[in-house]
């Protein structure tokens, strides 16, 4: 049988020397991203997050069976009306307009879609939402973690909404997860419903609020850190291309 396709877009290219060893840019991302979803039974096509519109964005996601939006940099705060706090760290237009456009994209054609740590705050953002750019200026906060440093994750449970697709998915009704942001999505828009949060109130993971719309799933905390011996973790990846397989290719 034919591994589901699903389209990931890699971190932005790798200057020369990020690599040891590497004479040239590379392209890459964290392994276990693809290790998790190879353990679901997926077969990844990474490529560049350039710049692209609407139109180009379809066509990409015309060819796969899915998406997966990954971590990284924050996005830009003018993607969603709001000036730049001094917090605000690794934004690349490029990237910025690529995954957004993908996420539009895949609520637009029904392409199953699975948005994690940034890939949730893109996925909110294109659907109208907007960011917390700073978790560290509240008060009572869980430890989320610091992202981009060796050792910067921490772990902390969220409550998961009964009912949802991602309840569904992971089986349970509290979780125990790995966080290393300090962003998260404050507002989801019209079309997204909350699905689950932490004891300091942060959300955690968004969906379609339509029940009837594609399974495109939302998390804030990183699965793919612990899924290799966490099976619920490893749900989200098994249920997210269990969902690419019953549509793969779709008449596409």
Do not use: K
Request: hydrophobic share 40%; charged share 20%; net charge negative.
């Amino acid at each position: 049988m034919t591994r589901p396709l699903v389209a990931v877009p890699t971190y932005p290219r790798l200057e020369r020397g990020t690599v040891r060893g590497w004479a040239d840019d590379g392209v890459g991302l964290p392994a276990r991203y693809l290790d998790a979803l190879h353990r679901a039974g997926g077969q990844e096509a990474c490529f560049l997050p350039d710049a692209r519109d609407d139109a180009a964005a379809a066509s990409l996601l015309s060819r796969v069976d899915g998406l997966m939006l990954v971590g990284g940099g924050d996005l830009d705060p003018a993607t969603y009306g709001a000036p730049r706090a001094a917090a605000c760290y690794g934004v690349d237009a490029a990237r910025d307009a690529c995954e957004l456009a993908l996420a539009r994209a895949a609520v637009a054609l029904g392409v199953p879609t699975l948005a994690i740590c940034r890939g949730q705050q893109v996925l909110a953002v294109a659907l109208g939402g907007s960011l917390d750019q700073d978790l560290a200026g509240g008060v009572d906060r869980v430890d989320h973690g610091t992202p981009g440093i060796a050792g910067g994750s921490r772990t902390h449970p969220v409550e998961v909404v009964s009912g949802s697709r991602l309840g569904a998915t992971l089986g349970v009704s509290t979780a125990t997860v790995s966080s290393q942001h300090h962003q998260a999505v404050v507002a989801g828009g019209p079309a997204v419903h909350p699905v689950a949060c932490a004891p300091d109130g942060v959300l955690e993971a968004i969906e379609l609020a339509s029940p009837d719309g594609p399974w495109i799933v939302g998390v804030q905390w990183h699965p793919e850190d612990t899924a290799e011996r966490d099976p619920v973790q490893q749900r989200l990846f098994d249920g997210f291309v269990a969902q690419c397989a019953s549509t793969e290719r779709r008449g596409r």
